[in-house]
């Protein structure tokens, strides 16, 4: 099986998860609204302060695990388990397997970032924003930060598969 | 004879235990019991094979691949049953088949279907409401459809009544037989390797004892009971040590 399987089964088997996880569901989507709600802030001038930057980091962050993170766990009772333990025993080649996830993960957070990125220049275009410089870059940097974050939180769920 | 799996002097050293030049082979078409006390290295036999542990030093083999290097040959075509939960809790035995069965060479969904009616199981009852046993049965299933070289099942009967015990055991039988597959099972049950162990593997303290057919260790020792002063008597029994 080749790189281009692996990420085909991972997308199948996320599509077809009966039990999608549904309190990320929630939480990604409460994530997606504060996020839109701070582009339109941005938009509108109020986005030049780093208490604002940060929480929109963790919006972006949010989002994005919406599509991550089902990729990585399962909810099992109360607790979250690593897929990479379910296919400990699965004659998988890991590094092929590892690889998919991740590129799907890069891919679906610059899918994100794209349209987010055009807007924010839309709505700054807009207003009298004196930061526009560094304000315009925001989603570039909260996409670097969310695949960082997620990157290392794989690292942390694939030593149940390497070990 | 073609060999089902191989262990050539596996050593593996832990602080406070260690795997000692362990070297058996089971041959194709046979079952083998692991026998020994608790923490005599069996499980960590298991894990060697499941490559879980990679600082050991020798091989192991299942048919002629190595457990370390050829990691995804050999897991095509090995069935590990243990109560570990490597399966999806939440979905359904279908689903969990969906999910697993594109990463196999072979997949039979008639095999598959078989043993589930045989055992009575629906394929829509999520893992989550199985009962051990059941999971035990689905976990069999699951194993026959992708048609392995090598069962390496650890404890499967631990805590079941006689009862389950005789149905399991049956049922491995005659998927031996069926299959031409091997079987590798550790016991503390001595009367399930009665019942259909070809060869007994006795390990102690991370050292194999001996490893030889049934035939062989029933012509080499007998079962005597009795009071102890009748063997004081015969001259059988001193200091606590057999004398034969």
Same mark, same amino acid.
């Given at each position: 099986m080749d790189l281009r399987t692996y990420i085909k089964l991972d997308k199948e088997y996320k599509k077809s998860l009966?039990? #999608? #996880?549904p309190r990320n569901l929630c939480i990604g989507a409460v994530g997606m609204f504060l996020f839109c709600m701070f582009v339109v802030a941005g938009a509108f001038g109020l986005m030049d302060r780093t208490f604002v930057f940060n929480i929109y980091i963790i919006c972006f962050i949010i989002a994005t695990s919406l599509y991550f993170w089902p990729l990585i766990q399962v909810r099992e009772n109360f607790f979250t388990v690593s897929i990479f333990r379910k296919f400990r025993n699965a004659p998988i080649n890991k590094k092929l397997f590892i690889r998919a996830k991740l590129i799907l993960m890069i891919r679906f957070s610059v899918l994100f970032y794209i349209p987010v990125q055009i807007l924010h220049f839309i709505g700054l275009n807009r207003t009298d924003t004196s930061c526009l410089s560094i304000t315009g870059f925001w989603p570039l940097c909260a996409m670097v930060t969310a695949v960082a974050f997620q990157l290392l939180y794989m690292k942390i769920r694939v030593r149940e598969l390497m070990n | 004879m073609e060999k089902a799996l191989e262990f050539n002097h596996v050593s593996l050293i832990w602080p406070d235990f260690k795997i000692d030049d362990v070297t058996f082979s089971l041959e194709k078409g046979y079952i083998m019991g692991l026998v020994g006390y608790n923490g005599a290295g069996k499980t960590t036999l298991f894990r060697l094979m499941e490559n879980?542990?990679?600082?050991?030093s020798g091989e192991i083999l299942v048919d002629g691949y190595?457990?370390?290097?050829?990691e995804a040959k050999v897991k095509n075509i090995t069935a590990f049953i243990s109560?570990?939960?490597?399966?999806?809790?939440?979905?359904?035995i279908k689903r969990n088949a969906e999910i697993y069965c594109?990463?196999?060479?072979v997949w039979d969904w008639d095999s598959f279907y078989k043993y589930l009616d045989m055992f009575e199981i629906?394929?829509?009852?999520?893992?989550?409401?199985?009962s051990r046993g059941t999971f035990l049965k689905f976990q069999l299933a699951f194993a026959v459809a992708h048609h392995p070289v090598l069962y390496a099942m650890d404890e499967p009967t631990a805590g079941f009544d006689p009862v389950f015990r005789y149905d399991f055991l049956r049922i491995i039988q005659n998927i031996v037989a069926e299959e031409n597959a091997s079987v590798l099972f550790s016991t503390h049950n001595t009367s399930d390797l009665d019942k259909i162990a070809d060869y007994i593997t006795m390990i102690d303290n991370g050292r194999i004892l001996f490893c030889k057919d049934v035939e062989t260790l029933r012509d080499e020792y007998r079962l005597i009971s009795g009071d102890n002063r009748l063997f004081k008597i015969s001259g059988l029994f001193e200091k606590g040590r057999w004398n034969r």
């Open positions: 009966e039990s #999608y #996880y | 879980r542990y990679r600082n050991y190595d457990c370390r290097t050829q109560d570990e939960q490597i399966f999806f809790f939440e979905e359904s594109p990463y196999y060479s629906s394929g829509e009852t999520k893992i989550r409401n199985l």
